[in-house]
Structures are given as C-alpha cells and as structure tokens.
C-alpha cells in the first residue's frame, strides 16, 4: 500500500472516530462518562466557573480514559492484521467480503435495512468504579469492549479495513487514527464541559442527521474497499492538493 493510499485510510479512520463520538449513542452520554470517570458531581461539573482542583481532574482521569480505550483499539487492530496475514492469499476476497459487510452495516445505520442484532446494545459493564487514576484506565479498556448499535458498525468496519492490511503496525496505527477521532473531541468536551452542554441542546436535534451521515459515510468506506479504490481516492488527492 503506498503512502496516499496509508492517508486516505487513516483520514477514513479519523472520520470513523469523530462519526462515533457524534452517535447518538455516545454523544448524549458524556457528561455521565466524565462525571463517572472523575468521582465529581454533575452539579459540581456544570458550575459556571470550575475551580483549578476540578479541571486537573477531569483532564487528567479523560486522558487515563482515551488511553484505556485506545491500548485496545489497537491491540483489536493488531489481531485482525495478523489474522489477515495468515490467510494473505486469500486477501482479495476478504476486502471484497469486508467491504460487502460495511456497507450493509451503512445501510443499517441510514435505516434502509433493519438488522435486529445491531440494535441490541451489547457492552461489558463496571458495576462499580475502581478507585483512583487506574480506575479511569479501565474503565476506558472496558468501553473499548463494548457494542453499542451506532459504535459497532463503525468500529467494525476499520477493524475489517485493518484486516486487509500487509503490515501489522499499520493496522494498529489505523485503530490508533480512529482512537485518535473519538479521543480530541472528548478531551475537548471534558475539559470545557459547561460548553459543552450548550452545545449539546443545539446538536440534539440533529442527531438523526449525524446517523444517516455515518451510514452513507460507511457505504462509501464499503464500496471503496470492495472495488480497491482507496488507491484512486489518494491519487485524486494528490492531484488536488499536491501539485502545482
């Protein structure tokens, strides 16, 4: 895969990440992840002046968060890619099935299609939080292993588009690109959360929309990898942006 090609998928990786943070089955959730996460009341969080002490620790528990669910992402990215090495002559049919499976799960986010197993919310549950920075830690691994009806599909599909890949550190620096998507905007969030919540009411009403964007966004991604064209996608690109 040469080094537009490596692009177009991480850029694909990174959008997956930001389409996740915006699914109406996280979105809505963070104020209780972070409040959850820190130990701090949700009164506490929403003053409209936050004290130093707070903000230390809503950034500090976030990060120990991004970071639980990203060593897991990546460690998912490693495993299929070197699942997919083992069966390398069969890589060809693998994106064709891949991409296949992308797009139905596309067409089931946009609601063309109703598939009744992803809308069961399957997640594993910490029923009660583990004490201290270590706690935040694993709470983000135990995210990582979770199955929601809008995070699934997306993941999902960047695992399946790592499985495809030669090289196995650049299927987990695809998951790392799509960690990397779902991480800033919740560390953003985290940190400036009385912002957040304003904004929040606004994008409510838009979260439909978002859905149906993911899913004609994954149908692309579906398409791109059953007809191979991630490599026309780049040199467009280049094309574009590159030369003069």
Known sequence: MNSGTESVSFIAAFVAGLLSFLSPCVLPLIPSYISYITGITFGELTQETLPKRIRFLTAAHSLLFILGFTIVFMLLGLSLT????????????????????????????????????????????????????????????????????????????????????????????????????????????????????????????YLRAVSVITGIFLIIVGVMIFTNSFGALAGWFERLFLRP
């Open 82 to 205: 070197f699942a997919g090495g083992l069966v390398s002559q069969h890589r060809q049919v693998i994106s064709k099935i891949g991409g296949v499976i992308i797009i139905i799960f596309g067409l089931s986010i946009t609601g063309v299609i109703n598939l009744a197993f992803l809308q069961k919310e399957k997640k594993v549950e910490v029923k009660s939080r583990p004490v201290g920075y270590f706690g935040s830690l694993l709470i983000g691994a135990t995210f990582a292993l979770g199955w929601t009806p809008c995070v699934g599909p997306l993941l999902a599909s960047i695992l399946l588009l790592s499985s495809t890949e030669k090289e196995i550190m650049r299927g987990a620096m695809l998951l790392f690109s799509y960690s990397l998507g779902l991480a800033l905007p919740f560390f953003i969030s985290s940190i400036l959360i009385n912002n957040f919540l304003a904004y929040f009411k606004a994008l409510k009403k």
